[in-house]
Every structure is written in structure tokens, then in C-alpha cells.
């Protein structure tokens, strides 16, 4: 018996419902369409937006355009270089918002997935550099005071800096805390921000005596970690991890305290930062 037309489309329509990928609600725009495979919960349409740097113009803080603080020269921190996954555009305030200030989990893996694809663009600008392989040795996310922890109940670069460390085999170590409570930086200007900072950072205290001790790291299984003395040459290569760049003055602390830190254990650090967001 011959299958009617009306059939066989009935037929055609239900396989192909079947088969074609499913349309799902996008995180960011709220339309429907098919989500990105690459960032979770993203349509493609919103993917194709991103404001990604690629090739930073600034390659000291990695701005995607001119930096005049940078051309001043007048940076005398620790650290060596900044690399951020996107610029900081309207729509990725949007996304951080949501992620960070009303505590949408559903951010959570395509923000971290972006700040992963910096860390390989890091990674494959040193070893070009260097003409070596290069891989971090530590991630050190920056601490929130206990204000913000409270009131967000997690620590955006901490939960960033765990997802590199699962993907890459890099151990995480809260090594600085906050001193005192600084208030919002978003709303403050560039000289606030600078003078907040002083002092903003000091070590850990579970590790500022055994700091050093705490390098072997015995359990990681990155073997530089696990060899490294603190009579060493060889650099320590920490990678300071937080959501955002905006003048620098927050990784610039960090990158000091954290030098300090390694030089009173007889050893010296290579320190970078990885930011999801370059302002």
C-alpha cells in the first residue's frame, strides 16, 4: 500500500524535528536559536559579537587599543604582562553583571571557557617569545574582602582560576588575602582606585612561613612544582587570575606582594595576570 504525500511529510517533519539540533533560550539575548557548542548556554548569533582581543595593541596590559598609561612607562610593579579574553563592551558587562552581581551560575562556564582561550593566547605569545614550551606553575586568584564573599557567596576569580587549574593541570593557591574592605572600584576614578590598593594585599597567613615548603606542592603532578627549591634560578611563573583590568592598580598590588613573597623564600617569580575583561 502506497504511502500518501501528506504522509510521507508528516513523516519527513518529525524525522527532521528528531534530528536537528534543538532550539534553547540564549543566556544573553533571550531569543531562541541554536546554542553555541563552544560557550554553553550562548546562541551563535551572540557569539559571533564577542569583542575578542586577539592581538592586543598594548602588550604590556593587553588593551586592544592605545594604552598612554602604558606608553608612559611609569609601571614599576612586579608584574610582566596582562592578557584578557575580551574587551570590556556593553554586552560583556552585561554577562559579568548577571555572573558576578546577581549570581546567575549559568555564566559561570562560558566566562571561564573564554578566560581558558587567553590563557592558551599567554601561553603561545611566551613560548614564541621564548622559543621554548612555557606553562604557569600557580594560579593565584585576587581575594575578595569578607564583605563581598559574604554577599555573593563566592569568589569570581577563585571559581575562574578553578576552572583553568581542572583544564590545564595547574595547581590554585590563595596565597594573598584582603587587608581591609575597599568598597566598589566600579565606581570609583583612577586616582581612587590607585590609593586603594597601597597595601590591599599582604600574604595569606597559612602560608607566609612556609611559603617555599609550600611550592614543592608534593601531591601536584607538575613536576617543575614538585622539584623546585627555594635556592632555585629557575623562576617561579605565577599567573594572577581575576574577572577584570581596568588601570591595573589591583594586579599591580598583588603581582608586588606576591614577589615579596617568593624573593623571603629565596626564590624569584615570573608574574603575569589573566583577566576575562580588558576596560
Known amino acids: 500500500m502506497a504511502r500518501s504525500p501528506v504522509n510521507i511529510g508528516r513523516w519527513l517533519r518529525a524525522a527532521h524535528s528528531l534530528l536537528a539540533p534543538k532550539q534553547e533560550q540564549c543566556l544573553s539575548c533571550g531569543r531562541l536559536g541554536y546554542l553555541s557548542t563552544a560557550l554553553p548556554g550562548i546562541c551563535e548569533a551572540c557569539v559571533r559579537t564577542i569583542p575578542w582581543i586577539r592581538k592586543p595593541r598594548c602588550r604590556k596590559c593587553g588593551r586592544h587599543v592605545g594604552c598612554p598609561d602604558c606608553a608612559r612607562g611609569a609601571d614599576a610593579s612586579s608584574l610582566i604582562c596582562n592578557r584578557s579574553a575580551v574587551a570590556y563592551?556593553?554586552?560583556?558587562?552585561?554577562?559579568?553583571?548577571?555572573?558576578?552581581?546577581?549570581?546567575?551560575?549559568?555564566?559561570?562556564?562560558?566566562?571561564?571557557?573564554?578566560?581558558?582561550?587567553?590563557?592558551?593566547?599567554?601561553?603561545?605569545?611566551i613560548k614564541a617569545e621564548v622559543k621554548l614550551e612555557w606553562n604557569a606553575d600557580l594560579l593565584?586568584?585576587?581575594?575578595?574582602?569578607?564583605?563581598?564573599?559574604?554577599?555573593?557567596?563566592?569568589?569570581?576569580?577563585?571559581?575562574l582560576a578553578q576552572y583553568i587549574s581542572a583544564r590545564r593541570k595547574?595547581?590554585?593557591?590563595?596565597?594573598?588575602?584582603?587587608?581591609?574592605?575597599?568598597?566598589k572600584q566600579s565606581f570609583k576614578g583612577r586616582a581612587e582606585r590607585l590609593a586603594d590598593m597601597k597595601r590591599a594585599?599582604?600574604?595569606?597567613?597559612?602560608?607566609?612561613?612556609?611559603?617555599?615548603?609550600?611550592?614543592?606542592?608534593?601531591?601536584?603532578?607538575?613536576s617543575r612544582i614538585r622539584t623546585?627549591?627555594?635556592?632555585?634560578?629557575?623562576?617561579?611563573?605565577?599567573?594572577?587570575?581575576?574577572?577584570?583590568?581596568?588601570?591595573?592598580s589591583t594586579i599591580r598590588s598583588?603581582?608586588?606582594?606576591?614577589?615579596?613573597?617568593?624573593?623571603?623564600?629565596?626564590?624569584?617569580?615570573?608574574?603575569?595576570?589573566l583577566t576575562w575583561a580588558r576596560s
Not at 94 to 118: I, N
Not at 228 to 248: E, F, H, K, N
Request: hydrophobic share 35%; charged share 25%; net charge negative.
Open 89 to 125: 563592551s556593553s554586552e560583556m558587562r552585561q554577562w559579568l553583571s548577571q555572573y558576578k552581581y546577581r549570581g546567575d551560575e549559568r555564566y559561570a562556564e562560558p566566562l571561564a571557557r573564554m578566560l581558558d582561550s587567553a590563557y592558551s593566547m599567554l601561553k603561545e605569545e
Open 140 to 159: 593565584v586568584p585576587v581575594p575578595v574582602s569578607d564583605l563581598r564573599l559574604t554577599e555573593r557567596g563566592f569568589n569570581q576569580a577563585e571559581r
Open 170 to 183: 595547574i595547581p590554585v593557591m590563595e596565597l594573598l588575602v584582603r587587608a581591609h574592605h575597599t568598597g
Open 201 to 222: 594585599f599582604v600574604p595569606n597567613p597559612e602560608w607566609t612561613e612556609q611559603f617555599a615548603d609550600r611550592l614543592l606542592f608534593p601531591g601536584s603532578a607538575n
Open 228 to 248: 623546585l627549591l627555594p635556592s632555585s634560578s629557575t623562576p617561579v611563573r605565577i599567573v594572577v587570575v581575576d574577572d577584570i583590568y581596568t588601570t591595573g
Open 254 to 273: 598583588c603581582a608586588d606582594v606576591l614577589q615579596r613573597m617568593a624573593m623571603s623564600s629565596g626564590c624569584q617569580a615570573e608574574i603575569y595576570s
